[in-house]
């Protein structure tokens, strides 16, 4: 059996399960679980466990957690299928995909909705996504039992793809009757939830405070999320993720701006603008932190750029910000 060292807290996000739900324990008897909540269901086998009663748990029982059903197993030994090197997955960009250290090559996938079903599920990260969101999102307009088919070819592609000759008994995904996940033990890194943890950290804090997790995100956000892939579920993403990513390091500028951190700017402000070519406001504290740093060529080299693709992406000229800081380095440093 499983010594009490090897229980751990879980935490399980879904709206019917309170934040302190239930504990799982070891006593003289063995395993137990004691309810600790009034405000969902609790059960053993389909019988309710009230708030504060404890059940003794064996080998195999159904447990219900609010609407989740879970059978409680006690191993003998770790399970062999929980040894496999964990699974990594880079989305920010093209798509990549790593068993442990070993990237998946690409002529292992045999059709891009092989991978696009991946990544999406991957979105999820642990947590279970509805088939019949997925049959919806992939094959529309197909008539039911031909989209659970291809669900099914699919799935037996990617569980083959992602098999180790050195852990052939390793399967990534659990699948129940109506949903599909990533088995959340079995998971390493993906760099599209590291972003929106650093994102939303950020928005927690004050500016000085946020800095480092803005920072963050700008050096996490490698390329637009799962460039190349343009069905609508990650054509949304991606316009989401870009324009959190851009909100993020338009208040980075800002802050430094306000604290005057020119070589700090000179730092970011590239990418921002990589990510917003016409962001006049960005362009306007590049040029003042070059000012600033005695460069006076960059900030006059930045203000042409600058000119130039308002005139290209948008049809307009620079408006009073970048006027103005073009004009306190023409009375700086007079060409």
Not at 250 to 278: F, K, M, N, T, Y
Request: proline share 6%; glycine share 6%.
């Amino acid at each position: 059996m499983v010594p009490p060292e090897h229980f751990s807290p879980t935490l399980l996000d879904h709206p019917t399960i309170s934040r302190e739900h239930a504990t799982i324990f070891w006593n003289a008897r063995g395993a137990v679980i004691r309810c600790d909540t009034s405000k969902s269901v609790v059960a053993v086998e389909g019988r309710p466990v009230a708030c504060g009663s404890e059940v003794d748990l064996v080998d195999g029982v159904l447990l219900q957690l609010g609407e989740l059903t879970f059978r409680f197993r006690m191993l003998k030994e770790p399970d062999a299928r929980l040894r496999g090197p964990k699974l990594n997955i880079h989305s920010l960009g093209v798509l990549q995909v790593l068993r442990g250290q070993e990237t998946i090559p690409e002529k292992s996938w045999r059709t891009n909705n092989v991978r696009w079903l991946l990544a999406r599920v991957a979105l999820d990260w642990g947590r279970p996504v509805p088939t019949d969101l997925l049959l919806e999102l992939f094959w529309p307009d197909l008539p039911v039992a031909s989209s659970k088919n291809n669900l099914n070819f699919s799935l037996s592609t990617l569980r083959a793809v992602l098999r180790s000759s050195a852990h052939p008994e390793v399967d990534y995904f659990i699948r129940t009757r109506n949903t599909l996940q990533l088995h959340p033990d079995l998971l390493g890194e993906h760099d599209y939830l590291l972003l929106q943890e650093a994102l939303m950290s950020a928005r927690q804090l004050h500016p000085g405070a946020a800095c480092n997790y803005w920072k963050k995100a700008l050096q996490l956000y490698r390329g637009p999320y799962l460039d190349g892939c343009f069905m609508d579920w990650a054509q949304e993403v991606r316009q989401r993720t870009h324009a959190d990513v851009l909100e993020g390091g338009r208040a980075l500028l800002g802050h430094l701006h306000s604290i005057q951190d020119w070589e700090a700017i000179v730092a970011v402000a590239p990418q921002v603008l990589g990510l917003d070519a016409c962001c006049q406001a960005s362009s306007a504290q590049w040029m003042r932190a070059q000012i600033e740093r005695g460069n006076p060529h960059e900030a006059f080299r930045i203000y042409e750029t600058c000119v130039q693709n308002l005139d290209r992406e948008l049809g307009v000229g620079p408006g009073p910000e970048v006027k103005e800081t073009y004009d306190l380095a023409l009375s700086r440093f007079p060409e």
